[in-house]
């Protein structure tokens, strides 16, 4: 379903880049960056950015669309792991972090120091699968399935595990450390979810855009994106 993964994928940046605000004169970190996909998004908001990430060779292939795009001046990307960051306490404006916090089975870690190189004050907006939706609910339920299929056919292993947390769950997170939230996204709505996506992408795509902007299907986002605000002091 690579067609579906590209649109939620669309969406997820999109809309982060929405909850990121006016970043015109400020200083964003960007977490996990992979191969750069904030980068061509944000050229001309005046933004200075650092992206950072574990895998040597996305953070080549992001350095290579700076260079590409001309953007080397106000771009900068390295090499770098999100629980130790290489910068100093109090100095990003906002940070972002797409498809990254799933990836840990300590997240706390990673938002603890996140807080540390964020300015008071300074908005973070991190993305996160969400627990329940729809989707979620089918793949659950048809699991016993999936795996008596891969057993008798001797199909490959399920992708690597991704933690999914509710909406709720998630923004605890970041409230338990005296974070505000101040604004939020669901995307990705799969009105016709899991098999749907791996036999028929582009129908499940178009359903899905039909309801992208409708709140009440919140029910059927695979995604959520939290915005909050570090605590002044």
Same mark, same amino acid.
């Given at each position: 379903?690579?067609?579906?993964?590209v649109?939620?994928?669309?969406?997820?940046?999109?809309?982060?880049?929405?909850?990121?605000?006016?970043?015109r004169?400020?200083?964003l970190l960007d977490?996990g960056?992979?191969?750069?996909?904030?980068?061509?998004?944000?050229?001309?908001?005046?933004?200075?950015?650092?992206?950072?990430?574990?895998?040597?060779?996305m953070v080549?292939m992001?350095?290579?669309h700076v260079?590409?795009?001309?953007?080397e001046?106000?771009f900068?990307v =390295?090499?770098?792991?999100?629980t130790? +960051? @290489? #910068?100093?306490d109090?100095?990003?404006?906002?940070?972002v &972090?797409?498809?990254?916090?799933?990836?840990?089975?300590?997240p706390?870690?990673?938002?603890a120091?996140?807080?540390r190189?964020?300015?008071?004050?300074?908005?973070?907006?991190?993305?996160?699968?969400?627990?329940?939706?729809?989707d979620?609910?089918v793949?659950?339920l048809?699991?016993?399935v999936?795996?008596?299929a891969?057993?008798?056919?001797?199909?490959?292993?399920?992708?690597?595990?991704?933690?999914k947390?509710?909406?709720?769950?998630?923004?605890h997170?970041?409230?338990?450390?005296?974070?505000?939230?101040?604004?939020? =996204?669901?995307?990705?709505?799969?009105? +016709? @979810? #899991?098999?749907?996506?791996?036999?028929v992408?582009?129908? &499940?795509?178009?359903?899905a855009?039909?309801?992208?902007?409708?709140?009440?299907?919140?029910?059927f986002a695979?995604?959520y994106?939290?915005?909050?605000?570090?605590?002044?002091?």
């Amino acid at each position: 379903d690579w067609s579906s993964d590209v649109c939620s994928s669309d969406l997820r940046r999109r809309k982060s880049v929405e909850l990121l605000g006016n970043l015109r004169g400020k200083k964003l970190l960007d977490l996990g960056c992979g191969t750069g996909a904030l980068v061509e998004p944000l050229l001309g908001s005046g933004v200075e950015y650092e992206g950072i990430d574990i895998a040597p060779t996305m953070v080549e292939m992001a350095q290579g669309h700076v260079r590409d795009l001309g953007a080397e001046a106000t771009f900068n990307v =390295r090499v770098g792991s999100g629980t130790s +960051l @290489p #910068y100093a306490d109090n100095h990003f404006d906002a940070i972002v &972090a797409m498809g990254f916090l799933e990836y840990f089975d300590q997240p706390e870690k990673v938002i603890a120091e996140a807080l540390r190189v964020a300015k008071p004050g300074a908005r973070l907006v991190f993305t996160i699968p969400q627990k329940y939706c729809f989707d979620d609910c089918v793949v659950r339920l048809s699991a016993p399935v999936r795996q008596l299929a891969r057993t008798l056919f001797g199909k490959a292993a399920e992708p690597v595990a991704r933690t999914k947390y509710t909406p709720r769950e998630f923004q605890h997170l970041f409230t338990a450390v005296g974070c505000r939230v101040v604004g939020e =996204r669901f995307y990705n709505m799969l009105l +016709l @979810p #899991y098999p749907v996506t791996r036999i028929v992408p582009r129908v &499940a795509n178009a359903a899905a855009s039909l309801g992208e902007e409708q709140p009440a299907l919140r029910f059927f986002a695979t995604g959520y994106i939290v915005a909050c605000e570090k605590p002044q002091a």
